[in-house]
């Protein structure tokens, strides 16, 4: 963390783009639905530059704004995130027949290690959902370490799920948390996956 970010609870304007990604892990999302920041080649920023920085130097955004815009957007995908002990509890209550496990990483992660009951999204799957499954029933969304599954849930619950979830740390949290028979793993990034990313 930089010497800026006093603690995860308190990311200022000094914090780097890193930090406040790993602070409010739907940040990337937020830029980029208020402001298109982030979200493509042409609005892309560094994660080492600051938040001051980035607002600068994109039509001199007022940081401390956009840094209390960002706390109520985390305060928000909070509503949308599910621990891995809390799913737990769901996966063992008799009386949920309802829960859908949703698995969004890919079919290669998804055949080395998934939850019991949970389905790899697919595009077929995807069209299952969206046009048939009741929007009111608990749907939770598992990907490798929940960076992309806070994504996919606001995705869903933009699209009339009211009881939509992400799992939070992904199925890596759920492995160490709850059911260490789950291999932990890590995926190699190619380099223009990595560049893409800073």
Known sequence: MSQATT?????????????????????????????????????SFSLEET???????????????????????HIADEQLLITP??????????TNDHLRLVDIRTREEFEAVHI???????????????NHWPKENLLILIDHRGERSLDAAAYFAG???????????????YAAGVDRSLPQYTVESCPTETAAQD
């Open 7 to 43: 603690s995860l609870k308190n990311p200022t304007i000094a914090s780097s783009m890193k930090d406040l990604l790993e602070i409010y892990p739907g940040a990337r999302r937020t830029l980029f639905q208020r402001y298109h920041l982030g979200g493509c080649s042409s609005c």
């Open 51 to 73: 938040l001051e920085e980035l607002c600068k130097h994109n039509g001199e955004l007022n940081p401390n704004h956009v840094l209390k815009e960002l706390g109520e957007a």
């Open 85 to 94: 002990e809390q799913l737990r509890d769901h996966l063992y209550d008799s």
């Open 116 to 130: 019991p009951t949970s389905e790899l999204l697919t595009q077929e799957l995807m069209q299952e959902t969206m």
């Open 159 to 173: 699209h009339g799920f009211t009881n939509v979830k992400s799992l939070r740390g992904g199925i890596d949290a």
